[in-house]
Each structure stands twice: as structure tokens, then as C-alpha cells.
Nanobody, 122 residues
Framework: QVQLAESGGQQVQAGATLTLSCQAS???????MGWFRQAPGKEREFVAL????????SYADLTKGRFTISRDNAKNTVSLRMTSLESDDTAVYYC????????????????WGRGTQVTVSQ
């Protein structure tokens, strides 16, 4: 069993930098970790994923080079650093643990956090 808890979401101004954190409990060594987001009235989107090492990170095109995912295996945490935030980044951000899949979203999530709200204002 794995439990995930996100934190760090808040309201920020456009252009700001914000880092989200995900605290995991249970064994995550054999899981790919990642982030998804969902805006009101829209479907959930894949954002980024990372394997056991930082070199295995992968990002959705929507990040446009602005986001960085990292993993601290000693602390069992995953972070998402977001820069140059835009109004379109407003969403609930979810931490996830799962496995890679060959089509559709690259991460098939087996565990989800409850989400943290990010609001980007003008």
C-alpha cells in the first residue's frame, strides 16, 4: 500500500515560481512517480513523471520546458518546480504512483493523492 499527500498549492501571480511537494508513505522504489492536473470543466492531464533516478524524468508538451520534477528517495518525496506560471496552469495538481504504459498517458497511476489547488492570477 502507498499513500500520497500533496502540499504547496496556493494562489500566485502570473510569471511566478511555485514548488509542489508530495510526501509518500509505503514502498515506492518500484513505482514511477508523477504529477497530473485537472482544471475545472476539463479532463485530467498528465504533467510529468520520474523513475528511481532523476535522469529518467519525462514531461508533457504542455510544460514547455517550464517545469522540473525531482525525487528524494531517502525522504520518499517527489517535487514539481513550476516557473513562469500562466493562467492556464490553474488546476488541482495530483501526485501519483504507478507504472509506464506504451500508449495514451505514459503513466498508469495505481495510487493518487487528494490534490492541491494552484491558482494563477493576473
Amino acid at each position: 500500500q502507498v499513500q500520497l499527500a500533496e502540499s504547496g498549492g496556493q494562489q500566485v501571480q502570473a510569471g511566478a515560481t511555485l514548488t509542489l511537494s508530495c510526501q509518500a508513505s509505503g514502498r515506492t522504489a518500484n513505482y514511477v512517480m508523477g504529477w497530473f492536473r485537472q482544471a475545472p470543466g476539463k479532463e485530467r492531464e498528465f504533467v510529468a513523471l520520474i523513475g528511481w533516478t532523476s535522469r529518467s524524468a519525462s514531461y508533457a508538451d504542455l510544460t514547455k520546458g517550464r517545469f522540473t520534477i525531482s525525487r528524494d528517495n531517502a525522504k520518499n518525496t517527489v517535487s514539481l518546480r513550476m516557473t513562469s506560471l500562466e493562467s492556464d496552469d490553474t488546476a488541482v495538481y495530483y501526485c501519483a504512483a504507478g507504472v509506464l504504459q506504451p500508449s495514451g498517458s505514459p503513466l498508469r497511476a495505481d495510487y493518487w493523492g487528494r490534490g492541491t489547488q494552484v491558482t494563477v492570477s493576473q
